[in-house]
């Protein structure tokens, strides 16, 4: 899979979420109207200002993101950089291994 799939899974999944997000909270606006809890125009109010902080925290989206992200990746079986960092290091060393064994045959 290439850059631009992954990029537009991950703009996927975010207009997926501020959909749902936006969704559930009409529904639960609704529902409060329906119960006499708030008035409609609370009611819309109260879903425009919600939605209006849930748009506006860009880091806490970026860091959901990151953690969706993450997860795909490891239900993908991706390893993690520090995963091939200690893997190359423990490549080096039994090259090194290899190398020392076959100088000591040669000599």
Excluded: H, Y
Aim: hydrophobic share 35%; net charge negative; charged share 35%.
């Amino acid at each position: 899979m290439d850059n631009n799939d992954w990029l537009k899974q991950l703009l996927m999944l975010g207009i997926g979420t501020t959909s749902l997000v936006a969704e559930k909270m009409k529904e639960v606006s609704e529902q409060w109207v329906k119960d006499g809890k708030l008035d409609p125009e609370g009611a819309k109010a109260f879903v425009d200002d919600f939605m209006s902080q849930f748009n506006s925290e860009p880091v806490n989206l970026q860091q959901q993101m990151e953690r969706q992200m993450k997860k795909i990746l490891e239900d993908l079986g991706v390893p993690q950089q520090s995963e091939m960092d200690e893997l190359r290091g423990r490549i080096d060393r039994i090259e090194r291994k290899v190398r020392e064994l076959e100088n000591k045959l040669w000599r």
